[in-house]
């Protein structure tokens, strides 16, 4: 367990401001098995909260509590004093106190409470992962489209009808081109709620999310959109050489998400270790997509130009250490000149964490390969899954190999299926009638 100062004046921002940035929080105990702490991150600090039952050895359980007040003012909401964090911390002690019981449970919840509930638990997972502060992406998704809309934040979810979340759908689709993801957040948050305090909410509201949450007509709209963004294997290798050429962090990263096809995600989190050349493979490890700890991989066979590119990543490096890894640029002013200017400069260098940082390298590469400007990363994914069904591979050999199932494969590429399987059929194909005859 990490060591607990009692000599750090955590409530003075000066007194924070002086800590060294490091990748476990500074922790105050409150009392016996409760403890407050302060992560210093490379973008401001973050209060979290750790609980240990009493009579119980290990680390316990943490959670996040907000961003602490060391540039912005603190509203007790998102940014917290200490003070705030405190009293944010007490009030979770005590439902950790009272865990075991019924009291514990709120059947008060609203969907803004469990969406809330929900960032912090991702947020936090992502502290873990990448050592520092990292924002997920479903705190802008479900910010923007969710929160904001005060008549659906403030239902009770005891009170939540099909009606209601089809109408935030009708009022989001209007704004929005895009609705998937956003609907894929809002329906994690609302069935966590629903699993942690489901003795004192309606047993039918997993039913009510999941009709209520259903696009219509989601199989026309989303097949056309993969159709546009399934790229042939001329174009992946003019996008992967364009890549490489503008970077080689950048281009090792589009090498394995073509070689692959799996998720952003999933590649960021490989290591070097996961590179296995003698096998020609390597271990991709397997989504956090309905799982609350992903621990397995997916063992993925690639080429000898995959291994050779990926060659100067995996040399004298530590195995545990992460495979993809990329420059962080920061501003400086420069004094040169009468007046001073901003320019970037390289800073440290660490793994990739977010799918936004391809963003601008990535269209650069589509530009320079000549594929068309809405052509997205995921594309390579779409292709990868394409190109195994095109070759003839078992529909749950590509879905293995993809970490996804079966039915999401029919429902979202039965076009290629059928191609497919019309090949295989006209093999079967013989002549009846005799040459000659």
């Not at 991702?122 to 005060?150: F, H, I, M, P, T």
């Not at 609907?183 to 047993?203: I, M, Q, S, T, Y």
């Not at 890894?325 to 001073?340: D, F």
Request: with cysteine; aromatic share 6%.
């Amino acid at each position: 367990m990490a060591r607990v100062s009692a000599d750090l004046r955590l409530q003075d921002r000066s007194a924070r401001a002086r800590l060294a940035r490091r990748q476990n929080p500074y922790w105050r105990m409150v009392c016996e098995g409760q403890h407050l702490g302060y992560y210093k991150g490379a973008r401001g600090g973050t209060w979290v909260a750790r609980y240990r039952p009493p009579g119980t050895s290990g680390n316990g359980s943490k959670v996040s509590l907000g961003a602490a007040d060391d540039v912005g003012d603190a509203n007790g909401d998102t940014i917290l004093s200490w003070r705030q964090a405190l009293d944010k911390a007490t009030r979770w002690f005590e439902l950790k106190d009272k865990g075991s019981t019924e009291s514990a449970l709120n059947p008060d919840i609203t969907v803004g409470e469990a969406i809330e509930n929900y960032i912090a638990m991702r947020n936090a997972r992502r502290v873990g992962q990448a050592g520092r502060e990292v924002l997920s992406d479903a705190v802008s998704n479900l910010k923007r489209n969710v929160l904001a809309d005060s008549r659906l934040a403030r239902l009770p979810l005891a009170r939540l009808a099909e009606a209601d979340l089809k109408a935030w759908q009708e009022r989001t689709l209007r704004r929005r081109a895009t609705i998937q993801r956003v609907v894929n957040d809002l329906k994690a948050a609302l069935n966590r709620a629903w699993a942690e305090h489901r003795r004192a909410l309606p047993g039918d509201l997993p039913i009510v999310i999941r009709q209520g949450l259903t696009i219509e007509a989601p199989g026309t709209r989303r097949a056309q959109a993969r159709e546009n963004q399934v790229l042939t294997d001329d174009q992946i290798r003019r996008v992967v050489a364009a890549a490489l050429k503008l970077d080689d962090d950048f281009g090792r990263m589009v090498v394995m998400l073509a070689a692959t096809g799996a998720r952003f995600a999933q590649v960021r989190r490989m290591r070097v270790a996961d590179v296995q050349p003698e096998q020609h493979r390597v271990m991709v490890p397997e989504s956090y997509k309905g799982r609350r700890d992903a621990a397995g991989y997916v063992r993925v066979q690639v080429g000898n130009d995959t291994l050779a590119i990926l060659a100067p990543a995996i040399e004298g490096r530590p195995a545990t250490a992460p495979l993809l890894e990329r420059w962080r640029h920061v501003q400086v002013k420069t004094s040169e000149r009468r007046n001073a200017t901003q320019v970037w400069e390289r800073g440290e260098r660490g793994p990739w964490a977010t799918a936004s940082e391809m963003a601008r390298s990535w269209s650069q590469a589509c530009r320079d390969a000549g594929l068309p400007p809405t052509t997205i990363p995921y594309a390579l994914r779409h292709s990868s899954i394409v190109r195994g069904l095109r070759v003839g591979l078992p529909i749950r050999l590509v879905a293995a190999l993809h970490d996804t199932s079966v039915a999401m494969i029919e429902r979202h590429y039965s076009r290629w299926i059928t191609e497919g399987l019309d090949e295989l059929a006209a093999r079967a194909v013989v002549p009846l009638v005799a040459k000659g005859a």
